[in-house]
Each structure stands twice: as structure tokens, then as C-alpha cells.
């Protein structure tokens, strides 16, 4: 990490993706797809909750402590009994072939070169098994968007678990798509010829259910097999908590809820069962007028941080944001947008460097607060403040 920031203070810059978070948004906007971007940088409704996450990080802030011996800092966090190198994991982002033909195996090929834990989406555009062999020993999850169909879930749980994926993650939040207007008024159909080889259209059951219903293969009517596969996954009546029953069948390993954002579900989640939950608003993209994510961060943790693993996303954009959310309570945090963004403007290594950057950035913060590890993250660190206007 410190070889980074070293480089960047001798050299004329660093390469490829800059370290401001503002610039590279910036930046990926004037590199990618005009679709693909707004796809990424887009919130849902008028970005109000989008916008809220950011501004609660600014209301808290960092109390540095001084002469405390911090060299050879040592970012190592255990999640579920084992140790990962250090407290960010990628975040589950479908349908990365829009950004960069470097898609999800070029990003789990380079988070396991890191050591960062790649948690892959089921709206991918690379399949279960190749990114299984693009990750090799790197750690790995998975990320389910729950199917209304029983053996289509089953089926993704037992690929998931034959390919080494070692925690499940359900994503809650998402059973409908949100009012988005971006991709509303650009329409949805782009990203539908993006995702030609998604896990659906590898995964047997869906094949063989849309072969008995269609008379073809998937891929030779890419459109309809879409929205058949979308229709099963993103709308209806969600499920409820007695469901949680069927995923701890099919699941020997851990199970994390993504999307919590109330108290109350947070300890629904202990009470069946789960092992962990991820405290997010899916970074501002499902329910406009949602609060800020870290506001409900240290409530939850109150209410449930000595009986599950709370790890949080939503608004992460600095090394110092890392280090807030750790110090409400997070064991750990997801990075979405930023990689996204590295991986459209310089592919995989692009968003290699984004997530170098920031743990580089959370290293020097780290020893600029006075923390020596990631324990030291805690709730003497920060304060809350308001600032008017
Ligand atoms: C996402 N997110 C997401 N979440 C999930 O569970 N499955 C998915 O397939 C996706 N896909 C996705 C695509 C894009 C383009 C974005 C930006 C986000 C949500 C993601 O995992 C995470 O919760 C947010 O990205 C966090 O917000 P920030 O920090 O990126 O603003």
C-alpha cells in the first residue's frame, strides 16, 4: 500500500485512474459507454437517498490520537471464521460486460490477486463456473437474487457451492426493479443484449424450463430469455422470513441478508437464523427517499453487533470512509461504484487500482488517526457533528 503512496508522491501522477473520488466519476463518464455510465452513476427517483449516503459520512468525523505506535498496520479482519487480508470485499455489481469486455472474471482475476473477496452477482454476465477459475484460490461469494422458482434458487445454490463460493449473500432489496429514471428513459433493452451469457442462460434448470416453453435455447432468443429470466428473478411478491427456511437447506455455509436498513430486521435476521447482514441501501438505487445508509449503522449494531457479523455498503468512496464505518460497528465494508468506474475506464487493471488506491488511502489514513489495526477502529474515533446551511 505504501508503494503506492509513495509513487503517486514522486511521480508526476499515477497511472491510469486517478485517487479523487469526484474525478473519477468524472472520468469514467468521458471513457465509457454513454448507457453503460449512467447506468452506474444513476440512483433511483431523484437521487435523494444516493445523495444522502454521501452526506452521512460528512457528519461524522475522525478524533486522530497522537504518538501512538502505528507502523506495520495490520488491516486482517476474520468474517465467518476465516481471515481475509483485509475489511473491503467487492461488491455484488451485475452485468459487467456493459462496462469493459474485461467483465467479471477480469475483476475476480484481480481481487484475488489483492486478496479482496469477490462476492459475484447473479445478474453476471460471466458465469458461476468462470468466475470460479478466473478467482482460483482467491475468496469468493455469492450473491443471490432469490427466484420465484424453487429449482432455479436450488440449482444456483448447489453451482455455488460445488465452485468454491464459500458465503451466500441474499439480496433483499431488489425483488422489483426501482423507478430509475436514467435507465427508464434510455430504456432498458441495451443492457438486455449486454448480458447474453448471464447465469441464467447457464444455469440447466432456467435452460431446459425456457427450451420446453420457447422450443429453442436461450442464446437463440437472447430478448425473450431475458425477460423471462428477469421476470422470474426481479418481479413479484417478494418472499417472506419463513422462506429463509429453503436457502438453510440448500446452504451449509454462511448466510448474509443484503439490504438491511431497520433494526427490527436486523434482529428477524439473527431470529432465523442468519449469519450476518449487510447494512445498505443498494447505494441509493431502490428506495428514493430511503435514509442514508451509515445513519442506521450504529442503531443496528446496537441492536444486533454482538449476535451477527454487520458489514455495511452504500456511499464508500475514501480510505477514511472505510475507517468511519468500521468505527460504528461494520466488521467489514463492500466497494461498488468506485470499481465499476476503474474497471470502465482501464478494465481489469483499472479496478485493480481503484481498490489498490483505497486500501492504500485507508493505510495512510489509518496512521494519520493513531489506529495500529483494524480493532483500534472503534467508537472513541468519531464524533458527530451537524453543520448548518
Ligand atoms: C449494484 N448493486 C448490486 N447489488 C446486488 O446485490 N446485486 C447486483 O447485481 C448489483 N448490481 C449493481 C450494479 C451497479 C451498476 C451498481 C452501482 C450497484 C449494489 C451494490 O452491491 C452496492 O450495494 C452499491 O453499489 C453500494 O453503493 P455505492 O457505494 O456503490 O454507491
Known sequence: QNELYKAGMFAQRLPIVTTDPNKLEEQARSKMALTSFNYVSGGAGEGSTMDANRLAFRQWKMVPRMLRPTSGRDFKVNLFGETYDSPILMAPIGVQQIFHQDKETGVAEVCAEIGVPYILSTASSSSIEEVAQASGNGPRWYQLYWPQSDDITISLL????????????VTLDTWAMAWRPADLDQGYVPFFKGVGNTNGFTDPVFREKFQKKYGAAPEEKALEASAEWIGDVFSGAPHTWDHIALLKKHWDGPIVLKGIQHPDDARLAVEHGCDGIIVSNHGGRQLDGAIGSLEMLPEIVEAVGDKCTVLFDSGIRTGVDIIKALSLGAK???IGRPVVYGLGIGGKYGAKQVLQGLLADLDQS??????PDIAGCNRSMVRRVQYGG
Open 366 to 371: 489509518m496512521g494519520l488517526a493513531g489506529i
Open 332 to 334: 467489514a465494508v463492500l
Open 158 to 169: 448447489e453451482r455455488a457451492k460445488a465452485n468454491g463460493y464459500k458465503v451466500l449473500v
